[in-house]
């Protein structure tokens, strides 16, 4: 094996090890298990008490005469065409929700540990490259299961009214959480960037408000101002949300190319300041 | 290959130059000392070797390597200043992740863990969490940590402040035991501990690289004596002293301490000095051949 090989299958090493501790950190920790906890029953309350009423309106013939009447074909009429309609309305609430989770989860990345010393002992023993992506892959591990977690209780949920949709509700499942995750990636890779330049996990969440309301705004004035302005949206995770909203998860794939380029911007930049940064 | 070999070194933060124009080699073998008043350099050299951080000017090689190469992480260990071990885990989880970086399987990084933590005689402590140990102990881990692969150079940043006799005790015996197979470079403002661990002295002042010795070779190539009494006139003891034959200059180092240097031909003056004591009724508390580091730093500056 030549050293260039030995090196790089050894920094895979250990961002797999790095991002193991994130995970461990979130299912063996108190501090994890209460995330955890919190997050699992806010969803709980979402899907039993929202999403399951919801679905059984929609399942009434007239509900969907109504909803054409009074929006027509569109955003909201596109959630009938769902296969399993716990989907639907999970998938709503997962488009604006799960970001807002993946920022706060993801902000304490790198910020915290760098103020408390903790990566001056890591990164005598790893590559800066393994520290930055490990953390990255970890915060990304831990939103998957996370999300994970939800879709599969959403599943549940579709079987037990429904246990023909079994089938539907495992492929589709799947594929919605898959799409979804794409999504959140921008935003975890953002808060990589700013955790690293913030001095702690709660600055990185001022930035990261700051960064997309300073952002949205300009965006938002860009036809008063200067129109060449608008296109800053490219570099606004989440801009284009309102197409997921009247896709399906299968339909969302076509779409997915924005986000998957804002990480890879969002990445690059973490990584040049990760490195150049003090420890 | 020099240990270490620093050219023109500078590091500045923002207009205050933290290092100023080091030019710095070492050599493996002995430990090495690293002293200097607050403020002198002395951890921003370490975080520069450590590549912790980057120098403004100049150029750094560790054992042949830029910092932060890969090939340099196996080779090296430290203790940084002020660093924490991640409060969430026990020692036993974050020393073996440790080790599993350094490219050990589980079962053998869990073994080194154990192993590490034992030659700082904490072995009670594998399963505690960082927040449960005191500051000595502390110390004592993030030593063992620095210790995890047997690197062959280990930087430790003052590994002796703040905490007890006996800790520090335990850490000197540490670095005394291993330093055959291993070079360590230690910081500390505690002179008579360097004097007794090291041979090679390295003094900062205000950034810059004031002086580099060996205590052996400098108290072979020169002649002094250091008597400390119990109790004593200095003035009176001083005039007495410099009137023995063979004798060049009397210096008081400190209250009842006198720096005696001698031409080469007085071999005996040991045995006249143990004389005058009893002859004058001076109790003495010790008669050292050569001067102490802080002697040997402080007198030629």
Redesign the interface.
Known sequence: MNPATE?HS?TL??IG??AW?EI??LLS?T??LMTLAAYVLLWLLLLLFVVRDAVNVMQQPQTRDMVLELFGEGTVSSLFNWPVAEYALYWVFAIMLQPLFAILLAAGQFAD?IH???F?????????T?LFFGRFCGAFAVMALLSGATVIVTMLMAIARDAHLVGNAIISGTAMWIVLLAVLLPYIALMSLLSVIASSSKQAIVYATLYFTLLSIVVWSADFLFAPLRYLDYILPGAFSSVLYSSTPLQAIGHLGLPLAQCLVFLALGFYAFK?S?? | MSLIKCQNLSRAYGSKMALNNVDLTLEAGHPIALVGPNGAGKTTLF?LL?????PTSGSIEVLGYAP?H?SL?NN???L?Q?????P??TLEQ?LS???????MSAKTAKREAARVLSLVQLSDALKQKPTALSHGMSKRV?IA??L?GSPKLILLDEPTAGIDPANARIIRELIAQLSDSTTFIVSSHNLDELERLCDQVVFLEQGALKQQVSIAAGNHASHYYTLQLQQADDQQVQQMLAQQPGVIKVNIAAHHTFVIEYQESATELDLQLLTLCKQQAWPYRLLLNGRSLEDTLFASH
């Not at chain 2, 002020?82 to 991640?86: E, I, P, Q, R």
Request: a positive charge; charged letters at 30%; glycine letters at 10%.
């Open positions: 090196l050894s090493r250990q090890l790095i501790v461990r950190r920790q501090k994890g540990d408390r010393g903790t001056r002992y890591l990164s005598l023993h790893c590559s800066r393994a150049r003090d420890v | 975080s450590l590549g912790y951080i980057r932060g890969p992480r090296i260990g430290a940084p002020d660093a924490k071990l991640d969430d885990f974050q992740l440790f080790a599993q970086l350094r490219g993030a940590q620095a995890i």
